[in-house]
């Protein structure tokens, strides 16, 4: 058992890293890369859904599937484009647009809000690693060359893709950028001389474009009807909108321009924008092309589940019309790329989790290393490939709501930043690509319930692992580091030359001389410290609760005869402890700390302390130097009076 414990921390870090990912934070020294590279690496992701995108707007739409799908693409190209150009510009250093709603919503509130929105990002991650998965096990089991005993086994052979993208993480991650441009370079390749075929085959028989365009015209007859009609479905091609978040996350992985400073990356931004642009408009041309010759040269009855083309349009019209040796190399490339894909979203996975949950004090220890988070993720996988029976079209919804609700809550992040700086067209502009992504947003949630569950189960499971992580994490000294400034240090130094240091913990909201004065005496008193030894006051303010650490600035003042320490955090009994181990350490002499007791019920101040960051001032100090400092002679003494 302790080897396995030893194997499964041997990373730990503060920061997983050394995955490369939509999420993965690049060190100043790391090597970046050129954006085209960089496309890639986000296109896995993107490209990756023209293996299901096609079956799914045909499901979707039927004969209006093109006029649905050029509905996407307008919504792609002057909506999510947009906003994610302004994204990139306000978050150059990749933190996208959650770290933007971020600054916005002060304290929990803040906090809680991440929370929900990395539910929906959980969401996102873990369905293109399962979806992406289910489709690749379709292109597998409908190969003509693939053994018979595999026809009905979808979840076993999904099952075995996620075990091995299980176990290449287990093993180590690395060259990500290089593997995703050979993947995208021939799948792009491959694809476009599919569509090509499809083309050639379509002009070779007009016939088929008069049966199709008869179809609309019977199922259709009103123009303004049809348009209305691909409105209503364009929420079920949602899946056509992923990668944009991802598109601005790996901005950290893309080489900037020689005059780019941290301060100002304008190069970095520059080729962002230019890396979104570039992937919008190549896939929705690929959308688009794949709509069109899927939609005319399929039969209906091919797209629905059961059907030679369920999730694999493209697959289906490269075996027929270039013959099964293509075909089969068509399938192994979408296999690998949607494989890929999935390793994509894995490695944001382990990104994402240390970018905030770590900061809020809201994850476990063994979060912070690499093999339990690649365990625990792939255990969910496996619950929603069963939840789902490894179905593609199942899980378009929950994919689709995690896109959407990302997407939305980009765009109001851009809407509010356009206020922010007064820019009024813009600001109606952004308003409304709002409007349009929450009416989309919205519609795909009425429609298909199954999204929101399974994002509630995501947002749940943060949430009460979230909250458990805070509790047991609160006893931590959760101060990064503890500076004194010049006043304060002659204090400590003053005290220290006598042998002793008096420290006495005193309320902010007590500070006249007189109260100084009461509170000294009182000390003295109740825990009989001698008139010849100095006290200092320790006075700690919270100023915002929800944080979970942060670096510690000790200021000294004089209110006429008494000497007091000033500091502002997030939690007091923390503060205290931290504070007076460095005094310990910069003096050689273990301090005493002197407290009153709380006034309140036990449980009502230990819910204080949890949420507010005070509440059971003494004892809390107490455990977090006891655990702190398992050496009770080096440990700094409690008193309480």
């Avoid at 650490?549 to 000294?556: N, R």
């Avoid at 008494?562 to 502002?568: A, P």
Wanted: charged share 15%.
């Amino acid at each position: 058992m302790r080897r396995v414990r030893g194997w499964l921390l041997e990373d730990i870090t503060e920061e997983p890293a050394g995955y490369q990912g939509p999420h993965r934070v690049v060190s100043k020294a790391e090597h970046r890369h050129p954006w085209w590279k960089v496309m890639c690496l986000t296109g896995v992701d993107y490209f990756s859904t023209l293996g299901y995108q096609p079956g799914i707007a045909a499901l979707a739409a039927g004969t209006l599937a093109p006029v649905a799908t050029v509905v996407l693409i307008l919504v792609t190209l002057f909506g999510a484009l947009p906003v994610y150009r302004r994204v990139a510009r306000e978050s150059p250093r990749g933190e996208g647009s959650i770290a933007m709603l971020e600054k916005l919503l002060p304290r929990w509130g803040g906090k809680l809000f991440v929370l929900v929105l990395l539910g929906f990002a959980a969401t996102d991650f873990m369905i293109t690693i399962t979806l992406s998965a289910a489709d690749g096990s379709a292109h597998l089991i409908e190969n003509p060359f693939a053994p018979s005993w595999l026809s009905g086994r979808a979840v076993v052979v999904t099952l075995v893709l996620l075990a091995l993208l299980s176990g290449v993480f287990l093993r180590g991650f690395t060259e990500a950028i290089g593997i995703s441009v050979a993947l995208v370079a021939v799948y792009l390749g491959l694809n476009v001389i599919v569509i090509g075929a499809g083309f050639w085959h379509v002009f070779s028989a007009p016939s088929l474009v008069t049966d199709w365009t008869a179809a609309i015209s019977t199922e259709h007859a009103n123009p303004v009807m049809m348009i209305a009609v691909a409105l209503l479905v364009f929420p079920k091609l949602a899946l056509g909108l992923s990668g944009f978040e991802t598109g601005v996350v790996v901005m950290p992985q893309i080489q900037g321009a020689p005059g780019d400073t941290d301060a100002d990356p304008a190069g970095r931004i520059r080729r962002t924008r230019k890396l979104l642009t570039t992937v919008a408009v190549i896939m929705s041309g690929l959308l688009l092309t794949s709509s069109l010759v899927t939609t005319i040269l399929i039969p209906e009855s091919e797209f629905a589940p059961g059907g030679q083309a369920n999730g694999r349009a493209l697959a289906f019209l490269a075996h027929q019309y270039l013959g099964e040796v293509f075909g089969t190399v068509y399938d192994a490339s979408t296999i690998l790329i949607l494989w890929f894909a999935g390793a994509s979203a894995m490695a944001g996975l382990l990104n994402l989790v240390p970018r905030y949950l770590p900061r809020y004090g809201m994850a476990p220890s063994w979060a912070r290393a690499v093999r339990p988070l690649v365990l625990v993720f792939t255990a969910v996988a496996v619950a929603v490939t069963l939840y789902f029976d490894a179905s593609v079209d199942a899980q378009g919804a929950a994919y689709a709501t995690g896109v959407l609700v990302l997407i939305t809550s980009a765009a109001v992040a851009v809407a509010l930043s356009a206020r922010r700086h007064h820019q009024h067209r813009r600001l109606l502009g952004f308003v409304v690509i709002t409007a349009v992504f929450a009416y989309t947003t919205a519609a795909n949630i009425v429609e298909r319930p199954d999204g929101v569950k399974v994002a509630a189960f995501f947002i749940g499971a943060i949430l009460i692992v979230s909250l458990l992580s805070r509790i047991s994490r609160s006893y931590e000294l959760r101060a990064t580091s503890v500076e004194f400034d010049e006043t304060a240090l002659g204090f400590l130094s003053e005290a220290a030359a006598t042998g002793a240091i008096a420290v006495v913990a005193h309320d902010v909201d007590r500070l006249t001389v007189d109260e100084y004065r009461v509170k000294e005496a009182r000390q003295r008193a109740d825990s009989h410290i001698p008139d010849s030894q100095a006290i200092v006051f320790l006075e700690v303010s919270v100023t915002n609760s929800s944080d979970f650490s942060t670096d510690l600035v000790v200021h000294g003042r004089q209110c006429e005869n008494f000497r007091i320490l000033r500091v502002d955090s997030p939690a007091i009994p923390n503060t205290i402890a931290a504070v007076l181990l460095r005094m310990r350490d910069l003096t050689g002499v273990i301090p005493d700390v002197y407290f009153e007791w709380t006034e309140g019920g036990p449980l009502m101040n230990q819910l204080r302390f949890l949420f507010f960051g005070e509440g059971q001032v003494a004892s809390v100090t107490r455990e977090v130097l006891r655990r702190a400092v398992p050496d009770r002679a080096g440990r700094p003494r409690v008193h309480v009076g």
